[in-house]
């Protein structure tokens, strides 16, 4: 069966510091890659999206980069915090070629606060 | 431009009690349509999708939603609420782009 790993769960950082998340999915090949936003427990931002290796489209100009350096890892970056970089980041998948009307998966968050 | 409407920031229900979250989109052409459910702290998991044909679609845990063409209206319905049932439900259509578009969130609070 898939499983998705997100970490990690928590995560406090001074502004200005770097910023590296981590997602990966198992028990699939090629799948379609997300990293959401969601602020103070509401809706969700759609940040970057990835549909194979070293392919990845922005939805959003921000602090923020993504990478997929290998089909099952989607890294989630920034070299300088902001203080409103702070908020629940999810990685999600959906399986390879899929179609809109292919569900998502999700990791279980990490807390990110910038202070 | 597209989007989707949860018009309900909260919904409180008595336990036992039939429930209704209310979403309405604007999306062009034939849009794709889901339900996720968030716990505290969690991910979103999947609760149900409508594709096509019959307009009443049923999900996890006892959900089922009703999809309603002239109304562009998805409302995601429960017979009788528990209290396990408390949690942040989106309404998230697919957009023309294949991308999903994402409502508010509504507070479901089930009371015993």
């Known amino acids: 069966s898939q499983t998705i790993h997100q970490w990690p769960a928590t995560l406090v950082q001074p502004v200005g510091s770097p910023l590296s998340l981590e997602c990966t999915v198992e028990g699939t090949s090629n799948p379609n890659l997300y990293w959401y936003r969601q602020a103070a427990g509401r809706g969700l931002q759609l940040l970057f999206y990835?549909?194979?290796?070293?392919?990845i489209s922005s939805e959003v100009p921000q602090n923020l980069s993504a990478s997929r350096p290998q089909d099952r890892q989607f890294i989630l970056s920034s070299k300088k915090l902001l203080l409103s970089d702070s908020g629940f980041y999810l990685c999600?998948?959906?399986?390879?070629?899929?179609?809109?009307?292919?569900?998502?998966?999700f990791g279980s968050g990490t807390q990110l606060s910038v202070l | 431009a597209q989007s989707v409407a949860q018009p309900e920031d909260q919904v409180n229900v008595a336990e036992g009690n039939p429930l209704t979250v209310k979403c309405t989109y604007s999306v062009s052409g034939n849009p794709y349509l889901f339900w996720y459910v968030q716990y505290p702290n969690r991910g979103l998991q999947f609760l149900l999708k409508y594709i096509t044909g019959d307009n009443l679609v049923k999900g996890s845990y006892g959900f089922e939603a009703e999809f309603n063409k002239s109304q562009t209206s998805f409302h995601l319905k429960k017979p009788s609420a528990l209290v396990s049932d408390s949690a942040l439900y989106f309404c998230a259509p697919s957009s023309s782009n294949y991308q999903l578009i994402w409502g508010a969130g509504t507070k479901l609070i089930i009371k015993p």
């Open positions: 999600a998948w959906s399986p390879g070629q899929a179609s809109a009307n292919e569900k998502l998966f």
């Open positions: 990835s549909v194979g290796i070293g392919q």
